[in-house]
Each structure stands twice: as structure tokens, then as C-alpha cells.
T-cell receptor
Framework: GENVEQHPSTLSVQEGDSAVIKCTYSDSASNYFPWYKQELGKRPQLIIDIRSNVGEKKDQRIAVTLNKTAKHFSLHITETQPEDSAVYFCAAMNTGFQKLVFGTGTRLLVSP | KAGVTQTPRYLIKTRGQQVTLSCSPISGHRSVSWYQQTPGQGLQFLFEYFSETQRNKGNFPGRFSGRQFSNSRSEMNVSTLELGDSALYLC????????????FGPGTRLTVL
């Protein structure tokens, strides 16, 4: 079955710096890759997603890139702010099965 | 639109008991998925329902079951609770035109003593 690896497990940056979180997946049939942000005690919130027919997607300070050949995708956050501090999860789905397989999460800490 | 809602938000049970959790999807969403979140195992898929039919199931024992009603609301049941079932149980719903996109509810925090 699908396996998703996520790195790093923790990431500390200064406010205004960029942050990059990387994920790799094992199932070449996976074709949907969302990213979720989960603040302490809150629900996972979908922040951006990408489908396998697209190589890059951007939404303001957040961007996601996908390399299907290498089977990895990354989340890029620019101009980080303290409110970006949270745990970020990547996930992969083969839309034939409607099942998200999650990475282990990255705890991002943005210091003022 | 109101988001995904889950009840109850917190639950304390003892080993051997059973529990039923409820999930109301976003209006118009017909697909509901359930996940278990624990510090050790992370987020793991339990099952997915669409139009009252279970379409996919994760690798959990048969003590974990679910169902979906005609109004798309879903319930999951855990029988013969074990200490290891303590977790945050999240449900997510998907819109009809983008069934891969999943929006999560706040979760039910289950503690088994």
C-alpha cells in the first residue's frame, strides 16, 4: 500500500524566513496531494493541494511543487509569520480509493 | 456553509465499553471519511462512506464499524474498547464535484480508562 514519508519532523525559522517541508510517496498511482495545517487542539485545515497533472501551484505565500518521476512533493512557505506556527501534514491519495495516507507531520515554529 | 460537525467533542469510557461517534458533513457533501489520530501512529484512515455504502476500509479490527444515513450523516462505533483506542477521531467530508478534497471536523477526543 501507499507510504508517505515527511521531513523534517521539526523546523524552526525566524519570522520572514522561508520554510520548506518535503514528502515522498511510494505508490505511483497516487494522483492527489493535499497539505493540512493543524494548530494545537484544532482540526486539520486544508491549506493547498495539487493534482498529478500539475507541477506547481501557488496561493499567496504558500506553494506546492510535485515531481512525479521522483515521487516527491514539497510545501514552500515564504515570509513566514508567527501565526504559521503549527503542525503541517502532507498526504497522498489514489482517487480510485478515496483514502488519504498521511505523512508523520512537521512541527513548524516561527519565532518573532 | 457550516463546517463539518462532530459530537460529542469529548468522551471518557472504560475498557470493554462501546462508543458511538457522530459526524454531520457540510451541506451537500455525500462522502464522509473517518480517521484516527494518535501521537504514535499519526493520522490513519478508518473507512469512507458514500451514499450509505462503505467504499473503502482501513486496517483496523472489526471492533471499528461505521454507517451512513440517507441524509449523509455518519456514525462510527467502537465495541469492546481497549486502552489503545484512546485517540482523536476525525471525520471529513468531500464535495460532490471534487470528491478527493476532504474537509475535516473538529474531532471527538476519546479517552479509554
Amino acid at each position: 500500500g501507499e507510504n508517505v514519508e515527511q521531513h523534517p519532523s521539526t523546523l524552526s525559522v525566524q519570522e520572514g524566513d522561508s520554510a520548506v517541508i518535503k514528502c515522498t510517496y511510494s505508490d505511483s498511482a497516487s494522483n492527489y496531494f493535499p497539505w493540512y495545517k493543524q494548530e494545537l487542539g484544532k482540526r486539520p485545515q486544508l491549506i493547498i493541494d495539487i493534482r498529478s497533472n500539475v507541477g506547481e501551484k501557488k496561493d499567496q505565500r504558500i506553494a506546492v511543487t510535485l515531481n512525479k518521476t521522483a515521487k516527491h512533493f514539497s510545501l514552500h512557505i515564504t515570509e513566514t509569520q508567527p501565526e504559521d506556527s503549527a503542525v503541517y501534514f502532507c498526504a497522498a491519495m489514489n482517487t480510485g480509493f478515496q483514502k488519504l495516507v498521511f505523512g508523520t507531520g512537521t512541527r513548524l515554529l516561527v519565532s518573532p | 456553509k457550516a463546517g463539518v460537525t462532530q459530537t460529542p467533542r469529548y468522551l471518557i469510557k472504560t475498557r470493554g465499553q462501546q462508543v458511538t461517534l457522530s459526524c454531520s458533513p457540510i451541506s451537500g457533501h455525500r462522502s464522509v471519511s473517518w480517521y484516527q489520530q494518535t501521537p504514535g501512529q499519526g493520522l490513519q484512515f478508518l473507512f469512507e462512506y458514500f451514499s450509505e455504502t462503505q467504499r473503502n476500509k482501513g486496517n483496523f479490527p472489526g471492533r471499528f464499524s461505521g454507517r451512513q444515513f440517507s441524509n449523509s450523516r455518519s456514525e462510527m462505533n467502537v465495541s469492546t474498547l481497549e486502552l489503545g483506542d484512546s485517540a482523536l477521531y476525525l471525520c471529513a467530508s468531500s464535495p460532490p464535484l471534487s470528491t478527493d478534497t476532504q474537509y475535516f471536523g473538529p474531532g471527538t477526543r476519546l479517552t479509554v480508562l
